[in-house]
């Protein structure tokens, strides 16, 4: 097993440069054929959003779509993929940033209701109720 970092993943969904993309797909080709198993983070999704968000200027929809490609990659093994999969969702839906999403849905499986927080997005979650101290 080998780790995939942030690069990897944002070389092959944005072909920024069509020679290294390519190298990466290889990469990805081998876990669809079962050749080879990959790990990686929630940080490293993170880190993906952010710089799909920040730097390529994608609309969150896009994000979603291109990062729900890599983690649906067979023989990618990612931790948290069902909640990260669910706070990328949230995070289109709800037009939120992604952190703020994972954070959500980690209070509501907590079973935590109320948070302090300034983040005035926090707002747009149903289940929760943001306080400012």
């Not at 969150?60 to 990328?88: F, M, R, W, Y």
């Not at 992604?98 to 499986?109: P, Q, R, S």
Request: charged share 30%; net charge negative.
């Amino acid at each position: 097993m080998r780790f995939l970092d942030t690069n990897i993943f944002i070389r092959y969904l944005t072909d920024d440069d069509p020679g290294k993309a390519d190298a990466c797909e290889k990469i990805f080709m081998k876990a669809v054929v079962k050749e080879e198993t990959f790990f990686t983070t929630d940080m490293v999704i993170a880190e993906i959003v952010w710089v799909l968000e920040s730097f390529y200027k994608l609309p969150g929809k896009e994000v979603q779509d291109k990062v729900e490609k890599i983690l649906n990659t067979p023989n990618l093994i990612c931790p948290h993929k069902d909640l990260i999969l669910s706070a990328l969702i949230l995070y289109s839906e709800k037009n939120i940033d992604y952190i703020d999403a994972y954070n959500g849905l980690i209070l509501k499986e907590k079973g935590i209701e109320e948070l302090y927080s300034y983040d005035k997005h926090y707002d747009r979650i149903d289940w929760l109720k943001r306080l400012e101290p």
